[in-house]
């Protein structure tokens, strides 16, 4: 029964990760966010040498500025470095601006940060990658408005080979997939299969339970046998062996019994579940599913057996045997 | 009992768990709001409904507050979390209310680059505020960074998540300007409100009458056509009425799927003259609708369009139109004694040959005749200057459908002998609608032709130099314009949850009924080892006793008396231990609940434990450890004297139970 429950339950879960294996199916992975996190947020960096390894990328600049003589705040952005790790191209020189769709701004205007800066808006970008209430500006304008000179405080890095990972994590740079979906339904499913596990510690006790009061039972009953073994010269280690082996055959033999009848209840219960609504709810009795569930009834088999078994090899055997009467 | 405290502690923490994950879905609703989604959307995330909604609502006859909003999610050091974009003031209107917030400084959480976060999410995340974060798209490649100015607590799941504005969420998740994942509401009306979002029975609205005729000739058919949609679920038949004002004039018996539509057409003709002529199209039933066609039936006539004055010798031009201001060719012009004949745009000249007023008339076979009066001047007369002047003015039809346009003619005439532009102003109900700018030359007219578009419903005035005309704009539906067009666009289209059912299970293709019968089958195999393993301990102390038992058979104890002996004990024992178990499983799942250690999508699994729940896991205890309690005294009654009294020369005497019984009988 508990085996059972533990497969049914993990089959349920299993089911889960195959339905989101497939949703993900359909997203990609490829570009990523690289920033250097600091005690406030992403932090400048300085090492250019970062772009001579990992070629496939683009150093950013993002700063929080204040537009005169609008008073609005604003995000502005730069970036240089591979055309190619952007879908899109960006140019803008000099105290040149673009702005972004959703902003109204024209004609010439400054730009506050550590210092002032005036640029032109000279037109406007557009972009699915970059938010469109941004302004675009040129790197020097922002190196120059932020105050720090050859740094940047994003990378987007396309498609990074694990040296690239490793080389920009150990310095330090946390990198974050541009598209999250796929991050996103796998924390999901391990949240699931993580809360799943926690199914095994009912089971487990109950399991556990079980074999303590059937090895009790079964000691009990046997004891006349077990005072004969112990007379003839077995030892203590021999007895608990014996009695321990007995539970784990009957866990064994429970747990496999257990199996079929979870993997036949997680499928008619999918089966139910599916004819009754509208929808088709997979579930996935895996290999592990199954060993887990086993090894578990074993060992709390195991585990609920010890005290009877270990009890049973301290009495004496003069006791044991005078249970005759009982056990004839 | 320590098993039974046991048992009943892991079956309790178990039940709460799976009512945790019951009611996980309510994570997304927040609270007693309930949720408007798009009902074809597969996933919560993927829903977009139309912010129209909002403002159809905003309109209607019970009072609602909504909040619009979008999901996305994200992830910062590895960890994912959901985002929500949200209108903070309308999230206020429409709760949770929120038990803490802060801001620091003086920082707008409005701003649409400013961003709070809940309570339990900056503490997994394990940040310092303030904090520049970025985010990623949900879909496909984005990014965008936020200023984290406030931190939020609202003791619900809400607090697992990063609230942005609308504008952000919807750059990250790729959501069209116009839409919104879900707009909560919140609302006494919620029976209602699912009425007209999401009907389950069949439910009908009338749209979109047409009438192809704003004047109708005598005798002439004039066509109307209606949209007929079943906007509930359910298949269903209606009946639609179509009056004039005389009475029933058809009938039309439809049956309908759900969600389907239909275009109702219909002929009809009149032989009396009427300026107030309509149809009536109703829909009877609990959402009655009457929406109406008016129309003038008239005897058809002409109009004669052409310039007031002329000087002698000149060309006068003219123009023929029906009275639906459409042109009329080869109709017969006749001026002066002269006649002409219009071409296919309903234009001919004239030549003023005779000084004096003289009547310019127009006539074509079954339409009455029309005319206009002609100043004809003696060149002499006539002043070397610029005159120009408005000369006449007239707009047709004079009824139309919201939808249509309305054509207003104005003749401009120059009455000097110079040349000039003139211009002037159309004015529609006294406000500026267009200038007009025509060349003319030496008593020259030129006829205008201005369109009418865009009048909202109603009267209005034409006026230009110093004549007005007036013109009706009738409405394609009846009355309650907001109501209808909300169902129109959005009736059947959307989804009303309760906060409990939010779709999101269907992220995994599996649906709400699918989860109730999965957890359920899990809590009832809960249940069955639960007392599986008290009735195990239970059977294994009476048969450990069955020594003592034997001793009460052999002196004649019935069965009844051991049952009366074993089942109070058991069922102290179990009581007890059920009471002990309950009491410590609901306070490890509180602090499970609290500690965050269940998760399921970024959320925080929160386990309420409420009466109804709190009285179903008591009463499934009881159940348990009585029903364990009865096999354990049931076994103990079966035990036979003999297989009973083999056990007699082992048992340690002084058993309490034993002495119980004998002071007993």
């Not at chain 1, 533990?6 to 889960?16: K, N, Q, T, Y």
């Not at chain 2, 899990?522 to 599986?532: D, E, N, P, T």
Request: aromatic share 8%; hydrophobic share 45%.
């Amino acid at each position: 029964m508990c085996t059972m429950f533990i497969v049914a339950s993990f089959s349920v879960a299993g089911g889960l990760r195959t339905s989101m294996d497939t949703l993900k199916d359909n997203f990609t992975e490829g570009t990523f966010l690289a920033t250097k996190p600091g005690a406030s947020g992403p932090e400048f960096f300085s090492e250019m040498s970062v772009y001579d390894v990992v070629r496939n990328s683009a150093l950013g600049i993002l700063a929080d500025v204040v537009v005169a003589p609008y008073g609005t705040q604003a995000m502005a952005f730069a970036v240089s470095g591979n055309p190619n790790a952007l879908p899109e191209q960006f140019y803008v020189t000099g105290t040149d601006a673009l702005r972004g769709a959703r902003f109204t701004f024209v004609g010439n205007i400054t730009l506050q940060d550590q210092t002032s800066i005036d640029v032109s808006i000279v037109g406007g970008y557009s972009s699915t990658v970059f938010p469109s209430n941004w302004l675009l500006c040129s790197v020097g304008t922002l190196q120059t408005l932020t105050g720090h000179t050859d740094m940047f405080n994003f990378m987007v890095v396309k498609e990074p080979s694990p040296a690239d990972r490793a080389y920009l994590e150990d310095r330090g740079f946390s990198l974050q997939p541009l598209t999250s979906i796929v991050e996103f339904l796998d924390s999901g499913v391990r949240e699931i299969e993580s809360d799943a596990f926690w199914v095994l510690i009912p089971s487990s006790f109950v399991i556990a339970v079980l074999a303590y009061a059937f090895i009790g039972i079964e000691t009990s009953d046997r004891r006349h046998d077990i005072g004969i073994i112990k007379t003839v010269g077995a030892g203590r280690w021999r007895v608990l062996s014996y009695l321990l082996l007995n539970a784990l055959v009957i866990s064994a033999w429970g747990g496999l019994v257990g199996v079929a009848l979870g993997v036949v209840l997680s499928y008619g219960i999918s089966t139910v579940a599916s004819s009754l609504f509208t929808s088709v709810f997979v579930v996935k009795a895996s290999g592990s599913v199954i060993l887990i569930s086993f090894v578990a009834t074993a060992g709390a088999g195991l585990v609920g057996a010890l005290g009877p078994a270990v009890k049973m090899t301290l009495t004496s055997p003069v006791d044991d045997l005078k249970e005759v009467t009982r056990s004839s | 009992m320590i098993v039974v405290a046991l048992s009943m502690l892991i079956f309790t923490s178990t039940a709460s768990i799976l009512a945790g994950l019951q009611s996980a879905p309510s994570s997304f609703a927040a609270g007693e709001s309930v949720v408007i989604s798009e009902s074809s959307a597969p996933t919560i995330f993927s829903s977009q409904v139309d912010m129209d909604i909002v403002s159809a609502l905003d309109s209607w006859s019970h009072p609602v507050n909504l909040s619009p909003e979008v999901f996305a999610f994200s992830s910062w050091d590895g960890r994912s979390f959901v985002l929500r974009g949200v209108d903070l003031d309308r999230f206020n209107s429409t709760g949770p209310a929120f038990t803490r917030f802060a801001v620091l400084g003086d920082q707008s959480p409005k701003d649409e680059s400013n961003a709070i976060i809940g309570a339990r999410l900056l503490e997994r995340l394990r940040i310092t505020l303030p904090f520049t974060m970025s985010l990623v798209g949900s879909y496909s490649d984005r990014l965008d960074f936020v200023r984290i100015v406030g931190s939020f607590e609202t003791h619900t799941s809400l607090d697992d998540e990063l609230f942005v504005s609308l504008e952000v969420a919807r750059h990250l998740s790729g959501m069209p300007a116009d839409k919104a994942s879900i707009i909560r509401a919140s609302t006494i009306y919620q029976k209602e409100l699912r009425e007209l979002l999401s009907p389950g029975r069949a439910r009908f609205v009338l749209y979109d009458l047409w009438q192809s005729k704003s004047i109708v000739a005598l005798n002439d058919s004039i066509q109307v056509t209606v949209g007929l949609r079943n906007w509930g679920r359910a298949t269903g038949n209606v009946t639609v009425t179509f009056s004039d004002i005389d009475g029933v004039r058809d009938r039309a018996d439809v049956l309908l799927e759900g969600l389907a539509s239909t275009t109702l057409r219909r002929n009809f003709s009149f032989n009396q003259p009427s300026d107030d002529q309509r149809i009536q199209v109703s829909l009877s039933g609990d959402f009655s609708l009457d929406l109406y066609a008016f129309f003038r039936v008239v005897e058809p006539f002409l109009v004669v369009s052409a310039r007031s004055v002329a000087v002698l010798g000149s060309e006068i031009e003219v123009k023929v139109t029906d009275f639906r201001g459409e042109p009329v060719p080869n109709a017969t012009v006749q001026f002066q004694a002269k006649s002409s004949f219009t071409d296919s745009s309903g234009r001919t000249a004239v030549n003023a040959t005779q000084v004096g007023s003289s009547e310019l008339t127009a006539s074509y076979a079954g339409y009455a005749q029309g005319s206009v009066v002609v100043q004809v001047l003696d060149p002499a007369s006539v002043v070397q200057a610029f005159l120009p002047r408005v000369s006449s003015l007239r707009v047709s039809p004079s009824s139309i459908l919201q939808s249509e346009d309305a054509k207003g003619t104005v003749v401009v005439v120059n009455e000097g002998n110079l040349s000039g532009i003139f211009e002037t102003n159309v004015y529609v109900d006294g406000t500026r609608y267009k200038t007009l700018s025509v060349s003319l030359g030496p008593l020259e007219s030129v006829i205008e032709t201005v369109f009418l578009t865009g009048q909202p419903v109603g009267g209005h005035v034409v006026q230009v130099g110093s004549y007005a005309e007036s013109f009706y704009v009738t409405p394609w539906y009846a009355d309650n314009s907001g109501l209808v067009r909300l169902i129109l666009r959005y009736g059947g289209s959307t989804s009303v949850s309760s906060a409990g059912s939010v779709p999101i299970y269907q992220a995994a293709k599996i649906s709400e009924g699918n989860v109730a019968v999965t957890l359920f089958s899990i809590g009832a195999i809960s249940a069955l080892l639960a007392g599986l393993a008290i009735t195990a301990v239970f059977s294994k102390e009476v048969r450990e006793s069955r020594r003592r038992l034997g001793v009460l058979k052999t002196i004649g104890a019935p069965r009844e008396a051991i049952r009366r002996i074993v089942f109070p004990q058991a069922l102290e024992a179990g009581l007890g231990g059920a009471a002990v178990g309950v009491a410590l499983g609901i306070i490890i799942v509180d602090r499970l609940s609290s500690s965050g250690t269940f998760m399921l999508f970024g959320h925080g699994l929160r386990v309420d434990i409420d009466t109804t729940l709190m009285l179903l896991i008591m009463l499934s205890a009881v159940l348990i450890s009585v029903f364990s309690a009865m096999a354990s005294t049931m076994q103990a009654v079966r035990e036979t004297t003999i297989s009973s009294i083999r056990s007699l020369v082992e048992e340690p005497s002084g058993q309490v139970e034993v002495d119980d019984l004998l002071r007993d009988d």
